[in-house]
């Protein structure tokens, strides 16, 4: 079968699609709709999208420095994301979209990715992933743009994984893997995250997820309280540790998510390959938030 491509000149608006992607959840609630269970074949791609100087500013009041040559890796991510939310609201999407949980991400950061330069975006889901809580489900985002030659070049690339916590579309169920016994480092850094932090983010990112907004709304999809959006955690961990033109891999693992308002330790350390180490957790509860890895990509 021909994968069916849906072209868009812009990003959608990423609070539309939760607002959307919500009323047919709870239609589909109300009626008893089974989603399908496969991955449909679609793939959404933006041509000509550019990220504006005011994303750019709104990032500096809210997250950290960005430098429009050469924007932060995670200010990237928020301004592709609504190309995979446009996937992943699709009603023929098997999982629901309201109260995904990110369980990880990886980046490969080519190139510079610069503020208003036409970008080409293509994001696809790529597979179904058992899970103990539920079904995970990969989705790859692209951006290419033009590289030092000027020639269209491929700058970066994400994967990232949601659970959708309780949907079982497999018979296969895996066991809930052993938790290892956590020892925590001696910190080298502290987050303070206050009540707000969740709804700060979204302003920002447009990511608009319930369950980062008030502990009413996150409770309503299974959590303790509003947590903090796993790509802000992200954007603190790279904060300042970005090489200059680009040409690195990151990925984060989250684990215990962080509940507002919390503080978080952090470590990092040197890794291999002339990389770094990072991992978060909280300091009362000697339980790890996130780990996550630095590295540069080889010539």
Not at 16 to 43: F, K, M
Not at 111 to 133: F, Y
Not at 241 to 251: D, M, N, S, V
Request: charged share 20%.
């Amino acid at each position: 079968m021909r994968m069916q491509t849906t072209q868009l000149s812009a990003p959608p608006s990423l609070g539309r699609l939760y607002v959307r992607a919500a009323g047919r959840a709870a239609t589909d609630a109300v009626v008893r709709r089974r989603r399908p269970r496969e991955l449909p074949d679609r793939q959404v791609v933006v041509t000509g999208h550019r990220i504006p100087a005011e994303a750019v500013t709104a990032w500096r009041g809210a997250v950290g420095s960005a430098d429009p040559a050469d924007l932060p890796s995670v200010l990237v991510h928020t301004q592709v994301f609504g190309a995979a939310m446009e996937l992943m609201a699709d009603p023929e999407f098997p999982l629901p979209l309201p109260g995904l949980v990110h369980l990880s991400n990886t980046v490969l950061h080519h190139r510079p990715v610069p503020a208003e330069t036409a970008l080409r975006v293509t994001a696809r889901a790529v597979g179904l992933v058992p899970h103990h809580a539920g079904t995970a489900v990969d989705v790859v985002v692209t951006v290419e743009g033009p590289g030092d030659d000027g020639e269209e070049a491929l700058l970066w690339e994400g994967v990232s994984r949601y659970l959708a916590k309780g949907v079982h579309l497999s018979g296969l169920r895996p066991e809930r893997p052993a938790r290892p016994d956590f020892v925590p480092p001696t910190p080298t850094a502290q987050w303070r995250f206050g009540t707000g932090a969740g709804r700060r983010y979204a302003g920002v990112s447009g990511d608009w997820n319930p369950i980062h907004l008030t502990g009413v709304s996150a409770r309503l999809f299974g959590m303790k309280g509003a947590i903090a959006h796993g790509m802000f955690l992200a954007a603190r961990m790279l904060e300042g540790r970005e090489p200059a033109g680009a040409g690195f891999r990151w990925h984060i693992d989250f684990e215990a998510p962080v509940v507002l308002p919390t503080t978080v330790a952090v470590r990092y350390e040197p890794g291999p390959d002339g990389g770094t180490r990072v991992c978060g957790w909280d300091a009362r509860r000697r339980r790890p938030h996130f780990s996550g890895e630095i590295t540069p990509l080889e010539s």
